[in-house]
């Protein structure tokens, strides 16, 4: 997920804090003037905060320094009314388990024929299609099974998976709800480290 990480994140928000800071690329920004950007990752996930990769952002990570966890921000936001908000993932994630995948289609048709597009749309990649270019072998599915999103047996669960979702395996329990941790702009749980750049993919 390193790619989409940056290319439709990290870069936009680089972008527009240049915008906002008075000095769109290629200008270069003084020393002293930055943006204080607040990422709300809990302390359960505390090894996914990292320092802003420019010096014009100064990440900042308030739940960790009030020592809130994923817990503690489920019940603020339930004494809120808002117990149901979901974690934070892109729309077409393949880290997404099949109760997401239903949540899409059985809620927002709209979303849901976005993500069959895109995921026809990705199913040959292109020479673009990871960070050294290199083409992509064989072909490219969202959903775990290796079909298109359209057909993949997002609403069978077998008796074995049933069975086993009582103890709730990681394996299993991510087939069905999608990984544990939620994304980031900063932090996707798919993104893996790369080198530290001095602007958003460009050279100042």
């Not at 769109?24 to 302390?43: A, H, L, M, N």
């Not at 817990?71 to 994630?93: I, V």
């Not at 597009?117 to 960070?131: C, L, S, T, Y």
Request: proline share 6%.
């Amino acid at each position: 997920m390193q790619r989409s990480t940056g290319e439709y994140k990290i870069k936009p928000i680089k972008k527009k804090v240049r915008e906002l800071l008075g000095y769109p690329y290629p200008q270069r920004i003084p020393k002293d003037v930055f943006v204080e950007q607040w990422i709300g990752i809990s302390t359960d996930e505390f090894h996914r905060a990292k320092a802003a990769d420019v010096r014009y952002m100064k990440n900042v990570h308030p739940l960790i320094e009030m020592g809130w966890s994923r817990s503690d921000c489920t019940r603020y936001l339930a004494s809120l009314g808002l117990a149901d908000t979901p974690k934070s993932s892109c729309l077409g994630c393949p880290f997404h388990g099949n109760a997401q995948w239903r949540h899409i289609r059985d809620t927002s048709p709209e979303e849901w024929q976005d993500v069959v597009e895109f995921d026809a749309a990705i199913r040959k990649g292109n020479a673009r299609a990871n960070a050294t270019g290199n083409k992509l072998l064989g072909q490219a599915f969202l959903h775990r099974s290796r079909v298109p999103l359209s057909e993949a047996p997002i609403d069978h669960v077998t008796a074995a998976e049933q069975a086993a979702l009582q103890e709730e395996p990681a394996d299993v329990y991510e087939l069905e709800h999608g990984v544990a941790d939620g994304c980031s702009p900063w932090a996707c749980w798919g993104q893996v480290d790369a080198p530290a750049q001095d602007d958003f993919g460009l050279t100042s």
